[in-house]
């Protein structure tokens, strides 16, 4: 039997039996000993493997629920205005949203930068990669 301790702090047992007295001699003793980093780096592989796919599985279901809460507060019906230099915007918007560009808003402070990257994430359908300042 061999107990084999993983970094994680979890241990892992490994035994053989057999029905048959004085099966395991002390080569197969040692032949186990001597396993024994090797099993531990295999189990840790596991261990490691099964936690980045849980962390992938929450950085999913994150990713859903923020793409979720960029839908319903997204309300573009309440950017108000038709005047040419707002038409240029959204123009601006549309060319840059298919883009990984990276887009600085500057404006006086109440001018509606804010609204603007979620109309970015809205066109992109993806990441944002917008700032305000």
């Not at 993983?6 to 053989?16: D, L, N, P």
């Not at 039996?17 to 186990?32: E, F, I, W």
């Not at 600085?104 to 305000?132: M, V």
């Amino acid at each position: 039997m061999a107990i084999i301790p993983t970094t994680q702090g979890s241990k892992f047992t490994v035994s053989f039996y057999s029905r048959q007295p004085d099966t395991y001699l002390p080569d197969h003793v040692s032949l186990v000993d001597r396993l024994q980093q090797s099993i531990k780096l295999t189990l840790e592989r596991l261990l490691a493997f099964d936690e980045i796919a849980r962390l992938n599985e929450q950085l999913g279901r994150e990713n859903k629920y923020l793409q979720e809460q960029v839908k319903s507060t997204a309300n573009f019906n309440e950017i108000v205005g038709s005047s040419p230099k707002l038409k240029q915007v959204f123009k601006q918007v549309e060319k840059v949203a298919p883009t990984d560009a990276t887009v600085l808003l500057t404006g006086e402070s109440g001018t509606g930068k804010s609204c603007l990257p979620a109309l970015y994430i809205r066109c992109r359908c993806g990441t944002i990669n917008c700032w305000s300042k």
